[in-house]
């Protein structure tokens, strides 16, 4: 895999379960909005509903669809640039002077990236609701920072 700048990626995580069920409610909520759709003029209540209301209906549910697609965007790389890290909305990469580490506080839901100044950016990329996994991409990301920093430990103990 290449970087946008050129380079290569030595690890890349991505969360496991979550992507599975944002694709099913997706597709459950687009499949409700359109047969919602297709019946609103099924039968008569008084209220008088057009193609366009059916139209809207169903382009609602597309975009609500979308909207939870985006809960299985969420990456995280690492390489000889640095970590780059997309979350809900949102790439960005931070080279290695500003990392710090990666750590996942007791009680979190995700990992999150330490930065300078007591600081830090979430990692939605590494879940606890994923358990087992979300413990070898630790492993697989602190062995990336300790090839890249190998002072980390002498830097933020």
Request: contains cysteine; charged residues 20%.
């Amino acid at each position: 895999m290449s970087t946008r700048n050129g380079g290569s990626w030595d690890v890349e995580v991505r969360p496991y379960l979550t992507p599975i069920f944002a694709y099913g409610v997706a597709v459950l909520i687009l499949a409700i909005h359109v047969v919602v759709g297709v019946l609103l003029k099924a039968s008569s209540t008084g209220v008088v509903f057009r193609t366009a209301d059916q139209v809207a209906i169903a382009t609602l549910g597309a975009v609500i669809a979308a909207s939870v697609c985006l809960f299985a965007r969420p990456r995280l790389r690492a390489g000889p640039s640095g970590v780059a890290v997309r979350n809900l909305f949102g790439y960005r990469l931070f080279p290695w002077d500003q990392v710090i580490g990666v750590s996942f506080h007791p009680g979190a839901r995700w990992a999150r990236l330490d930065l300078p100044e007591d600081e830090y950016i979430a990692v939605m990329a590494i879940q606890a609701v994923d358990k087992r996994r979300a413990v070898e991409s630790m492993d697989r990301v602190r062995a990336v920072l300790g090839r890249y920093q190998p002072d980390i430990n002498r830097r933020h103990p």
